[in-house]
């Protein structure tokens, strides 16, 4: 048998071997036994000493392809063999995934923060600044320079926790309209503030009153401040918090600090104006109270009210949730309950 | 103020529904609380006759009664009430009709008789108690006798009257009467108002000023008149009359008091009648009361008044409480033939503060108390005289007896047009303005743009051009305002440092797995004194409404304690709570209470539920204070904090509770809960803490500034030591950085462990001691030097086992 012979059969023999292995284990123990250094290859090679000079070139070309021919035989098969590995682990690898996820221990902030935060965030992109105002507060800042001196009728209608005749559980966040307006230097600019905060009444707690609860102020002085600006500014806080199609309207009302004096509604978010239990089939929900700083109020915070005007607003946070959220015991807010903080989860 | 659009409808005329009336009230002038008919969610309720009235065989109260309602037989319907008698117009809800409370009447049986429907009392239609009257509250209504049986009751009873109940703010007093609304219905709907006003017939024989001398300090009344009637018979009112009051929400009680009511509802003028024959002599005096005076007022109360009252006198001392009720002793019965009628305008604040001590608000003092119009006080009196004289027969005396009489005049305001347009963002012209202030009824002269308005007094609330802006705007309409943003100077909004730090405490608790609560400000002095961080003396309210909410709090844990025991009760019981907020701090001998803002935690159960996949997770001390440190690191206070066994705190566990120190700056404490205080609030244990939030605020922060990270390796060392219980991490710890050399980049307590394998008072801790230098390779031997030195250290330091 010629030595080409040989290789040839040697290859067909390899070939078999190759494209039977199962595991890379044994197409390893082939390679190294076909192409190794005492491989039957080589030794074929070393048997063309005894070969004629001319045939060489031609055996040893020969049995250079049938080396190329095993090696990338071995190399497919190789390869082969991976993706069944691989195909077969990712089979054993199956899970359900309809199993639940793995819960994330994460806290939120209390539904009346939330309504908090959001129209803080539309005044500070609007360039109001936050304001912050004591808790105890003085009857001369609480009420008469908010116009209210003693014995005015409309002191009737909020009721106050005194600790003594000069101080008291603060009833509204409007003196912290008085106390920024003493201290603003109208020559850096215009006064454009909320502030945001609690504030008490002597009330018995149920359903609708709460003896604490919270309040937004906002107010804007400035020489050319209309009540167009107010409205404007109302129509943004209503669609923010209640949605872009919101329409608000307003209606005459009495505040001894504002004249013009407003309460806004809103068109009910519910039945989108259509009458429902929401809004008491009037389409409109009462929202907040609002009006053009009375000159009172100015010329007692030491402003000129000739040049000088503005508008002020006070909204109810908890009256806003109440009404975004249709939560209907405003003692819900201050018990705390997990499973009715929990359900006001939801951002943006 | 319940206005019946049939009464306004005298004085202006409006043709539109009741509903879009109310509609144009509430968007122009005041709230509208309701409105409604009487008659409305009734049903077949007609006029009966009472036929027969016999005694119910079996029944010792009910009656039969044949009713004719207009048809071919008599209804047979059976009664109980008291008054039943025959030959009466009486209510009749037939079967299937509807009466008040929407409850169904039907054919039925009654001990045995068949009844037709029922006979009914005004308050079984609908009437509220308070309006109706005495003598048939306990019965059955008698409608007049010339009611036509079978026809529907509600137009005898005014009950097919819309009626709009206004809810007056504070600053429209002119809209707490008829007259008042009228004008400004007229003013809305662009129409005048028809005012009747009644002539007074005077007798001529005899003069007022034989009867009265009044006396009144201008002070506490401004205005007081009176004017006496003779020879009056006190009787039911006519129909016509107990309807207006009744519709109006005011019971009907006699012709004389009617009247005083109905014009204090028409005017807006309170007016008080007195039964001459009851005073004492012929001086009335308006003055203040002496401290002690006793008045016993027509409610039956007897009052002990103060020298903040104003009274009517008479020579023996008071006889009516001024603008609030009258005195028991002059009180209007079956018996009065002279009349002595007031009118006046009493100080306001007095009568506010008189109402309030004496908890009497009335029609009367609420109107003082807001102000009359004070023009028609005379022509309010002149009216009430003449109709009590025509409702009781009687005889005005000529002339009115006046203890004081203020002049009235119009109050002048000027407005620029210019400065009504830049105040509402408006292109309003002249005349649209003046057609304005020309509907209200105000004067108005206009000169190069300005307006001068002259207000007649029944407006008292507008007195400033402010006022006036309010009125143009509302007539206008505030629908046709534009609406704009403000306009101006650009300024920067953003939040101050102090803000920020509070708002980013609040991300940073809620993003560590806290949930925030708001809790009440006020609790009980008790709670509000637990917890402290400071000396404090509370904060209380001088007149609480509850003894739950007392005092301002002085600490935040006690809120969230009960809003845990809240939960718990409710078998909520894995919580983990923060809250930020105020306490109320003050020191003795001062007022005011310092308010500081302060966070606060509170955890209980498990942190995490086990899930399928894992394993719970219980809350403990150590979990709070990673809490705690990751909160402090966050904001930038990184540096000499350290963590004190504290015992001193009565309302924490002893053992399981750490002082927090920046340096010698106490922040704070944290730690469980005493098992009293749990007990207390039927919790199981609780991990709290409190921090002062302004301390970290104001301390100064760690500057970030970037440091490169070695190139070269770290190598690390393990040690174990068994130790004596009582010595702490903390002293470890600072011995090994004491001693680790300069290469010692990190400590890290590996394992904490006490059990068997350990003898009894001695624990086992674990550290892992890593080595690294910036700027070169370290090499083992230098590692195993410093490492061996820190052992040996350790050793003698704290007599420590290696292990």
């Known amino acids: 048998m010629g030595l080409k012979d040989k290789l040839t059969e040697l290859k067909e023999n390899a070939l078999k071997e190759i494209n039977t292995a199962e595991d890379l284990k044994k197409i390893n123990s082939i390679r190294v036994n076909l192409l190794g250094k005492k491989g039957p290859i080589t030794e074929v090679l070393r048997g063309m000493r005894d070969l004629p000079k001319e045939e060489r070139p031609n055996v040893g070309s020969f049995a250079n392809k049938v080396r190329d021919e095993l090696t990338s035989a071995i190399a497919e ?272 | 103020m319940k206005i019946s659009t049939k009464w306004l409808s005298d004085y202006v005329n409006v043709d ?31 006029v009966g006759e009472t036929l027969k009235v016999a005694a119910h065989p079996n029944s010792d109260h009910l009656h039969i009664c044949q009713v004719d309602v207009g048809e071919d037989e008599p209804l047979q319907i059976i009664c109980g009430a008291p008054n039943i008698a025959a030959h009466k117009k009486v209510i009749v809800a037939l079967p299937n009709s509807r009466i008040a409370g929407n409850v169904k009447i039907k054919r039925g049986k009654m001990r045995g008789e068949v009844s037709e429907g029922m006979i009914c009392a005004l308050q079984e239609i609908g009437f509220t108690e308070g309006v109706v009257p005495k003598k048939f509250v306990d019965g059955i209504y008698f409608l007049p006798d010339n009611a036509e049986p079978g026809k529907p009751v509600y137009p005898y009873l005014g009950m097919d009257e819309d009626i709009i109940d206004l809810d007056v703010t504070p600053n429209r007093a002119d809209m707490l009467s008829m007259r008042g609304t009228a004008y400004e219905i007229a003013a809305i709907y662009n129409k005048k108002v028809s005012l009747p006003h009644l002539e007074v017939k005077e007798s001529t024989k005899d003069n007022v000023a034989d009867y009265l001398k009044l006396k009144a300090d201008t002070e506490l009344a401004s205005t007081y008149l009176m004017r006496l009637i003779k020879n009056v018979t006190v009787k039911e009112s006519p129909l016509w009359l107990q309807k207006r009051l009744w519709n109006a929400g005011v019971r009907p009680l006699n012709n004389i008091v009617d009247v005083t009511n109905y014009v204090l509802m028409d005017y807006g003028q309170p007016l008080h009648s007195f039964d001459y024959g009851k005073i004492n002599g012929n001086n009335i005096t308006v003055r203040l009361a002496k401290a002690g005076e006793i008045l016993t007022t027509l409610d039956e109360q007897e009052r002990e008044l103060d020298e903040h009252d104003i009274v009517i006198a008479d020579d023996k001392g008071p006889i009516a409480l001024a603008g609030t009720m009258g005195g028991q002793s002059t009180e209007i019965d079956g018996g009065t033939t002279t009349v002595a009628l007031e009118a006046a305008v009493f ?9 309030r001590r004496h908890n009497l608000h009335s029609e009367a003092s609420m109107r003082f108390e807001r ?30 007896a006046e203890g004081s009489l203020e002049a009235t005049t119009p109050v002048e305001v000027s407005i620029s047009l210019d400065k009504i347009n830049k105040v509402l963002g408006t292109d309003l012209t002249i005349d649209i303005v003046a ?35 309010e009125e143009v705007a509302r007539i206008y309409g505030y629908d046709n305002l534009p609406a704009t943003l403000p306009k101006g100077e650009l300024t920067p909004g953003h939040y101050n440092y102090t803000q920020k730090i509070i ?41 609480p409404m509850s003894s739950d909410r007392t005092t301002a709090r002085m600490n935040l844990i006690s809120g969230l304690l009960d809003d845990i025991a809240y939960n718990v009760a409710r078998k909520v019981k894995n919580i983990a709570f923060y809250e930020q907020g105020r306490v109320f701090y003050r020191e003795k001998g001062t007022e005011r209470p310092v308010e500081v803002e302060h966070v606060a935690g509170a955890l209980t159960g498990l942190f995490e539920t086990a899930t399928w996949h894992n394993t719970k997770t219980p809350v403990d001390f150590y979990l709070t204070k990673g809490i705690v440190e990751h909160l402090l690191h966050t904001l930038g206070v990184t540096e000499n904090i350290r963590y004190v066994q504290a015992n001193g705190h009565e309302e924490m566990h002893p053992g399981r509770t750490a002082d927090v120190y920046v340096g010698n700056e106490f922040l704070g404490f944290l730690g469980e809960i005493h098992p009293n205080i749990a007990k207390e609030y039927h919790i199981e244990r609780t991990y709290i803490f409190e921090l002062d939030l302004k301390k970290i605020i104001t301390m100064p922060k760690q500057l970030e500034i970037y440091t490169p990270i070695s190139k070269y390796p770290a190598i690390t060392r393990d040690v174990a030591l068994a130790v004596n219980k009582s010595i702490q991490n903390s002293e470890i710890v600072s011995c090994i950085r004491k001693n680790g050399g300069k290469n010692l980049a990190k400590v890290e307590l590996f394992d904490v462990y006490e059990g068997e394998h350990i003898a009894v008072n001695f624990k086992s801790l674990a550290y892992k001691l890593t080595y690294q230098n910036k700027k070169t390779t370290l090499l083992d031997e230098d590692v195993s030097k410093d490492f061996a030195k820190v052992v040996a250290e350790l050793k003698k330091e704290f007599d420590a086992e290696i292990r």
């Open chain 1, 77 to 348: 098969r190789k390869e082969r063999i991976e993706i069944i590995k691989i195909s077969k682990r990712l089979e054993e690898e199956k899970i359900d995934v309809t199993l639940p996820g793995v819960p994330v221990k994460a806290g939120q902030p209390h539904i009346i923060m939330q309504v908090i935060d959001q129209i803080e965030k539309l005044f500070l992109g609007m360039g109001y600044q936050v304001v912050d105002g004591p808790e105890v507060e003085e009857d001369h800042y609480n009420f008469e320079m908010m116009n209210l001196p003693k014995d005015h009728p409309a002191r009737d209608m909020q009721d106050t926790f005194y600790i003594t005749d000069k101080l008291l559980m603060r009833t509204q966040t409007s003196p912290v309209q008085a106390r920024t307006m003493e201290k603003h230097d109208f020559s850096k600019g215009p006064l454009k503030m909320i502030s945001p905060g609690k504030v008490y009444r002597r009330d018995t707690d149920d359903a609708t009153h709460s003896h604490q609860f919270h309040q937004i102020e906002g107010l804007v002085i400035d020489k050319n401040i209309t009540m167009a600006d107010l409205k404007g500014t109302l129509q943004l806080i209503a669609r923010t918090v209640f949605g872009e199609e919101r329409e608000i309207r307003l209606r005459p009302s009495y505040f001894p600090f504002t004249e013009p004096s407003v309460e806004v509604d809103v068109s009910c978010f519910k039945c989108n104006g259509q009458g429902c239990s929401v809004c008491k089939n009037t389409g409109w929900i009462e929202v907040l109270g609002a009006g053009m700083v009375h000159p009172n109020v100015l010329k007692m915070s030491g402003i000129d009210a000739d040049i000088y005007g503005g508008f002020a607003f006070g909204l109810g946070p908890d009256r806003f949730a109440m009404l975004k959220y249709g939560v209907d015991d405003i003692r819900e807010f201050y018990l705390n309950d997990v499973r009715f903080l929990k359900q006001f989860s939801q951002r943006g």
């Open chain 2, 16 to 46: 539109v529904e009741p509903q879009v009336l109310a509609e144009k009230i509430e968007r122009t002038a005041v709230e509208v609380d309701e409105v409604y008919r009487l008659e409305d969610g009734l049903k077949k309720i007609v």
């Open chain 2, 347 to 355: 100080n306001s604040s007095l009568i506010r503060k008189t109402a």
């Open chain 2, 371 to 400: 102000g009359v119009n004070r023009a028609t006080v005379a022509e309010a009196l002149n009216t009430a005289a003449q109709l009590i004289a025509d409702l009781g027969e009687g005889e005005i005396v000529s002339g009115v």
């Open chain 2, 435 to 469: 057609d304005i202030f020309k509907r209200l009824e105000f004067g108005v002269e206009i000169n190069k743009n300005v307006f001068t308005v002259s207000v007649p007094p029944r407006r008292w609330d507008i007195s400033i051009p402010a006022d006036l802006i």
């Open chain 2, 503 to 543: 708002r980013e405490t609040r991300q940073l608790l809620e993003a560590a797995g806290l949930t925030q609560a708001v809790s009440y400000g006020l609790t009980t002095t008790a709670k509000a004194q637990r917890f402290l961080m400071q000396p404090s003396e509370a904060t209380q309210l001088s007149f």
